[in-house]
T-cell receptor, first 112, second 114 residues
Framework: ETGVTQSPTHLIKTRGQQVTLRCSSQ?????VSWYQQALGQGPQFIFQ???????GRGNFPPRFSGLQFPNYSSELNVNALELDDSALYLC???????????FGPGTRLLVL | AQTVTQSQPEMSVQEAETVTLSCTYD???????LFWYKQPPSRQMILVIR??????QNATENRFSVNFQKAAKSFSLKISDSQLGDAAMYFC???????????FGKGTKLSVIP
């Protein structure tokens, strides 16, 4: 069984740029959730995708957007990067109807 | 709003000893799940144990067990026979009934002393 994978591992961007992070869900899972984890904090829910549609969103502005593809993989896009967007971005997958989420290794984003 | 509180920012335990990490949560739901995740320095969030609220019996996974007190909205994690590899951040998380959005506590940093 293949676990959740994320790419890239690390990323450095400058303020105002755009970034795309990628996630492949665990085999058999059809739902993907994205979380932002600032240094020293617990993860904060960004949004969830199911059947290629956004299915719930946390308190994040519209410049945070996402996609889910037919193979259940997902992208997180962030436009107009700000310094406060520097964080660890975690992707988690699950089966619809089951509340246990399994996490990937994360992408560390640094905005300069 | 759902809240999850971990009141111990840091804990330490001697190798082979037992330690308990605390978590309280706020909910008006009656059926829900609760989770403990471990995040070592490698950053990957690893599921440690989960508890279903409608089950009376406390969940156990090898050296890890929970003390779930539904009325008190308390969900503590007990680690027995602590090992060096247990050193990590531990997060309590609650999704809420019918919600797949996990709400996390701020975490407890556990150090294991050889």
């Amino acid at each position: 069984e293949t676990g959740v994978t994320q790419s890239p591992t690390h990323l450095i961007k400058t303020r105002g740029q755009q970034v795309t992070l990628r996630c492949s869900s665990q085999s058999g899972h059809n739902t993907v959730s994205w979380y932002q984890q600032a240094l020293g904090q617990g993860p904060q829910f960004i949004f969830q995708y199911y059947r290629e549609e956004e299915n719930g969103r946390g308190n994040f502005p519209p410049r945070f957007s996402g996609l889910q593809f037919p193979n259940y993989s997902s992208e997180l896009n962030v436009n107009a990067l700000e310094l406060d967007d520097s964080a660890l971005y975690l992707c988690a997958s699950s089966r619809r109807g089951e509340e246990t989420q399994y996490f990937g290794p994360g992408t560390r984003l640094l905005v300069l | 709003a759902q809240t999850v509180t971990q009141s111990q920012p840091e804990m330490s335990v001697q190798e082979a000893e037992t330690v308990t990490l605390s978590c309280t949560y706020d909910t008006s739901e009656s059926d829900y799940y609760l989770f403990w995740y471990k995040q070592p320095p490698s950053r990957q969030m690893i599921l440690v144990i989960r508890q279903e609220a409608y089950k009376q019996q406390n969940a156990t996974e090898n050296r890890f067990s929970v003390n779930f007190q539904k009325a008190a909205k308390s969900f503590s994690l007990k680690i027995s026979d602590s090992q060096l590899g247990d050193a990590a951040m531990y997060f309590c998380a609650y999704p809420g009934a019918g919600s797949y959005q996990l709400t996390f506590g701020k975490g407890t940093k556990l150090s294991v002393i050889p």
